[in-house]
Every structure is written in structure tokens, then in C-alpha cells.
């Protein structure tokens, strides 16, 4: 008896969420978000029953927005533009994004201040404009600074026989500004990182090596789409290599190098463009690359130079986390020093 109630009951849960995304799917949004309440009544902690919930009621403000967005048309046509100014105001309200209601407001408005201003009240519009930029800013946040403790190990082939392998714990610095000036296309932008800790390694290749850049970036933005926006540059940087040696001398034919260099990144919100969801739209790919080519002295050979970064992002208002792999190598003659970096970031924007 017991268990044929148990399981009557869990089929009419059942039938309750089944509900709830068959009137979603037909549009009929009052009849699923009733049948998701009930379902959350007995079920609080199902997440994807909360997502549901959150999508049902975002529809409802959307239909809600549409039909006051058609009643504003008939006052319009009636003359009475207080009473459609007033029901656009709530339409704008419940859907920020009703380009429908915003472009007859600024419509209006505009009509408005040619007629001797009929209209009054609320400046919805002003509003709206600076929610517009805010969103904006959202995507082409003009400052940040991230620090971004690294994993690190380092490894040589200038010591024949050995191993040259060395493990190291460092930080990351970057600091990157955009001009408000061309949309926030042009910036500069500081890095520095450091192998602060070593932990393990022979004492004959026991260095610390210390980076720096200073550059100068330009960038700009495609598929724009809300936040899913591709974001593509290129950056003519100053590089500073330095490889500190603590106890002796080591193998290598250059502790110091520092000329200019150029690099490309990129971000994207890949993963937001081909499924829907509230956190992927969060979610995202970056990454970078650095080539530093300096000529050497009269018959000396030339030093090259590679950094890459790939990993992925998380990003909040006012935070991003990322989690990604750099590798970098200085290369002379049949030397090449490396290394092998997991960095975990921390940026806050301002």
C-alpha cells in the first residue's frame, strides 16, 4: 500500500513538471508557472525546475511588455499621449529589451520637444539610454586589474645529462586600462610574473625567472549580441626576460633580454552561441600570444621568444575567474629555456 503511494506520488510529481514545459512550449505561461509552483512546493532544491521557473516568468514580463506595447499603439492613434507614454513606461520596465516599446517612446519624445513638449513626467528614455551603456560597459569594460597565482615548472636542455627540471610557485600581475575615447578600442596595459618558490631541482639550474611587459593595445568587437560579444586585438608590447640564478652561475648564455615585441588575444563567450543557458552566457574562452624576435650583435646568434595562454573565464558583475595553461620559452642557439604554467586568476573591474 505504501509503496503503490509512494510511486502514485512520484508520478504525479512527474506530471506536474511534464506540465510545466508542455504550456511553456505552447506559450501558455500562467498554466506552466502554476504547475512549476506546485512542483517547487514539494521539490525546493531542483535546479532545473528553478531555471524553468525563471524562464516562464521572464516570458510572462515579455508578453506582459508586448500587450501594454499594444495598448500605447491605440492611445497614440487616439491622441492621448500621456496615457501611452505612462503604459510604455511599464512596458519598458518589465522588458528593458522591447524595441518595439523604446523605439515609440523615442519616437514621442521626439515629436515632443518638436510640438512644445506634450509629454511630462518620468524620463524613461534617459533611463533606458544609461541602463544601455551600462550594458555596454558590461561587455567593453574599459579597466581591470587581475592577480593570478601560478604553478610553474621550468625546465632547461642547457645542462647535458641532467635533469633540468625545476619546480616553481609564482604570481601574475596585469593591470589593463581602455580609453573611453573610439569605444574603448585603445589601451595600455602592465604585466609582470614571477617564480618566487622553488621546489625541487638541482642546485646547478636553481633560478627564478622574472617577466615584465608594458604594451600598447588596440581591440575591437564582433557578432556583438547582448554579452555575447567576440572580442579580438593585437598588442606591440616592451619585454623585459629575467633569469635569476641564486647559487651559481648555470648554464646559460643570457640571464637578461629585453626588447619590443607584438601579440593577438581574444575572448569570446563561445559556448553561449550554440546552447542557452544563464550560465553559459557567463562562461567563455581567452587567450594570447607574444612573439619577441631580437637580433643578436655581429656574429651572434638571434634570440626568439614565445608566450601563449589558453583557458576559460567566468565572469560576474564586477569579478572574473579564470583558469587556464601558459607556456613560455626563450630560445638561442640549441638553447631553449622553458616553461609550463596552470595560473588561476582573480580580476576585478572598476
Excluded at 241 to 263: D, K
Excluded at 270 to 292: P, Q, V
Aim: some cysteine; hydrophobic content about 40%; charged content about 25%.
Amino acid at each position: 500500500m505504501l509503496v503503490n503511494t509512494a510511486l502514485c506520488y512520484a508520478q504525479y510529481q512527474e506530471q506536474l513538471l511534464d506540465k510545466a514545459l508542455e504550456n511553456f512550449e505552447k506559450g501558455n505561461y500562467e498554466g506552466a508557472l502554476k504547475a512549476i509552483n506546485s512542483f517547487l512546493l514539494t521539490n525546493p532544491g531542483n535546479l532545473d525546475a528553478i531555471k524553468l521557473k525563471d524562464q516562464i516568468q521572464k516570458k510572462i514580463k515579455s508578453k506582459k511588455s508586448y500587450e501594454l506595447t499594444e495598448l500605447a499603439l491605440i492611445e497614440i492613434e487616439n491622441k492621448n499621449f500621456r496615457k501611452a507614454q505612462e503604459l510604455l513606461t511599464k512596458a519598458l520596465k518589465l522588458d528593458a529589451n522591447n524595441k518595439r516599446a523604446r523605439e515609440l517612446y523615442l519616437a514621442m519624445d521626439e515629436v515632443s520637444k518638436i510640438e512644445g513638449g506634450f509629454l511630462g513626467g518620468e524620463d524613461i528614455i534617459s533611463a533606458e539610454k544609461e541602463q544601455r551603456t551600462k550594458d555596454e560597459n558590461h561587455v567593453k569594460q574599459y579597466f581591470y586589474i587581475q592577480l593570478a597565482p601560478q604553478l610553474a615548472f621550468s625546465e632547461s636542455n642547457a645542462v647535458a645529462g641532467l635533469d633540468s627540471g625545476v619546480m616553481h610557485l609564482g604570481a601574475r600581475l596585469d593591470i589593463v586600462y581602455y580609453f573611453n575615447f573610439w569605444n574603448g578600442m585603445l589601451g595600455l596595459s602592465l604585466d609582470y610574473s614571477s617564480h618566487l618558490l622553488k621546489f625541487s631541482g638541482l642546485d646547478e639550474i636553481n633560478f627564478i625567472m622574472h617577466r615584465g611587459n608594458a604594451s600598447v593595445r588596440f581591440r575591437t568587437f564582433l557578432f556583438e549580441d547582448g554579452d555575447n560579444t567576440l572580442t579580438i586585438g593585437a598588442k606591440a608590447n616592451y619585454h623585459i626576460y629575467y633569469l635569476q640564478n641564486l647559487e651559481s652561475q648555470g648554464a646559460y648564455n643570457f640571464t637578461m633580454i629585453y626588447g619590443p615585441s607584438i601579440g593577438v588575444f581574444f575572448s569570446d563567450p563561445i559556448l553561449a552561441r550554440f546552447m542557452e543557458n544563464d550560465f553559459l552566457k557567463n562562461c567563455g574562452l581567452e587567450g594570447e600570444a607574444n612573439f619577441l624576435l631580437i637580433p643578436g650583435a655581429e656574429n651572434e646568434s638571434w634570440i626568439w621568444g614565445l608566450e601563449f595562454y589558453t583557458g576559460i573565464f567566468y565572469k560576474m558583475d564586477m569579478l572574473q575567474f579564470n583558469l587556464g595553461y601558459r607556456f613560455y620559452s626563450i630560445m638561442k642557439d640549441d638553447i631553449n629555456d622553458v616553461s609550463h604554467e596552470i595560473e588561476f586568476g582573480i580580476r576585478y573591474y572598476f
